[in-house]
């Protein structure tokens, strides 16, 4: 079974900083990687947005928003994505979620979610 758990998120200050993680995790002790990878945010009362994603490649691609404040990345091992969120504004506050491509050796790829880290980010 192949898990995502997303982490890192919390109460800041505006203009402060945070950095969130999405690891991956496989029961069976097999093999994994993490491929493409995408953070989403919801805010009550609104819809999903896209924050960014970062392909098997590397390459990176962001929403207008989160352009030079955030910083997408995976680890060297393909087993973790981070979020680097600077200058952070009231207006960013909400649950970010991880979707990721999960490949294993027996099943290929997954899509799988993590649960979601809160963010807070007061005035």
């Known amino acids: 079974q192949v898990e995502l758990v997303d982490t890192g998120g919390g109460l800041v200050q505006a203009g402060g900083s945070l950095t969130l993680s999405c690891a991956a995790s496989v029961t069976s002790g097999s093999i994994f990687r993490i491929n493409r990878a995408t953070w989403y945010r919801e805010a009550p009362g609104k819809q999903r947005d896209l924050v960014a994603t970062i392909e098997t490649s590397g390459e990176a691609n962001y929403a207008d928003f989160a352009k030079g404040r955030f910083t997408i990345s995976r680890n060297n091992f393909k087993t973790t994505v981070y979020l680097q969120m600077n200058d952070l504004k009231p207006e960013d506050t909400a649950v970010y979620l991880c979707?990721?491509?999960?490949?294993?050796?027996?099943?290929?790829?997954?899509?799988?979610w993590g649960q979601g880290t809160q963010v807070t980010v007061a005035a």
């Open positions: 979707s990721a491509d999960v490949w294993t050796p027996i099943y290929g790829p997954n899509n799988i």
